[in-house]
């Protein structure tokens, strides 16, 4: 499985950006997919995942309300929209799959995508 997400971007604070994140070689439908993302200085922190069988979704506190995932399931890719962003979401974002969603939430998720760096500025 390879995991192609887009280029991140720069944004001043309350800007928006979407990130997409596109699987190939997924050959299973039971599987969630997602986004984890590190700061600088910081611990790895899983932020939002959804469910390709019954589209449930996962978001981390710090992004709840703010953040939205959705996925395109013939495409097996997902969209992260970032609204009302903030210097502290500033970071690189791991676009992540596993069977399960909890797995990609506890940041041990079978596949990783390379990183995208998202930046915040005040």
């Known amino acids: 499985v390879q995991l192609q997400a887009s280029w991140g971007g720069s944004v001043r604070t309350g800007g928006s950006l979407r990130l997409s994140c596109t699987a190939s070689?997924?050959?299973?439908?039971?599987?969630?997919i997602g986004w984890l993302r590190q700061a600088p200085g910081k611990e790895p922190e899983g932020i939002a995942c959804i469910s390709n069988m019954d589209g449930a979704t996962y978001y981390d506190g710090s992004v709840r309300g703010r953040f939205a995932i959705s996925a395109d399931k013939p495409k097996k890719t997902v969209y992260l929209q970032m609204n009302a962003l903030k210097p502290e979401d500033t970071a690189v974002y791991y676009c992540?799959?596993?069977?399960?969603?909890?797995?990609?939430?506890?940041?041990?998720?079978?596949?990783w995508g390379q990183g995208t760096l998202v930046t915040v500025s005040s």
């Open positions: 992540a799959v596993d069977h399960s969603l909890h797995k990609i939430v506890v940041l041990t998720p079978e596949y």
């Open positions: 070689g997924l050959t299973q439908e039971n599987y969630a």
